[in-house]
């Protein structure tokens, strides 16, 4: 019987609000809603950009922990305040993403604080990312 198992960041978010980083369930992993926030000293970027790669770090760091990697994300979903804010975001998801190609959706939404410009969540399946990929045009 697999066990479902919570891995933590260290935020403040999730011991203020009640949640995980990220919930590994079986094989499939759960990453919650991600933003742009430093977790090892609460900072944050003003830059959409620099948000971003920092949103795919902390996003890495518990991928990693559940024992997989960003080959094995098969959804993603942006939120952004700001629509105009994410196309300059492309190369750098393109980075993690272009190769894997997961399903994904974008929304503009508010977000919990003013200073966060995106957040990233992502599901991803454990093993999932070792065989090739198909592309159908």
């Known amino acids: 019987m697999k066990q479902r198992r919570a891995i933590l960041s260290g935020s403040v978010f999730e011991e203020r609000i009640g949640y995980a980083r990220a919930v590994v369930d079986g094989d499939w992993v759960h ?3 991600t933003t742009g926030f430093d977790y090892s000293d609460m900072t ?3 830059d959409v950009v620099e948000q971003a790669e920092q949103c795919l770090r902390n996003i890495g760091a518990a991928l990693e922990k559940a024992g997989c990697s960003f080959a094995d994300v098969v959804r993603v979903r942006y939120l ?8 300059p975001c492309w190369p750098v998801l393109r980075k993690c993403f272009g190769e894997v190609r997961p399903a994904a959706t974008m929304l503009v939404c508010g977000l919990a604080d003013p200073r966060m410009k ?10 999932s990312g070792t065989g090739a990929l198909s592309l159908i045009d």
């Open 44 to 46: 944050i970027s003003e």
């Open 31 to 33: 990453v919650s809603g």
């Open 118 to 127: 995106i957040e990233i969540e992502v599901y991803a399946r454990r093993g």
């Open 80 to 87: 952004l305040p700001e629509r105009e804010d994410f196309e």
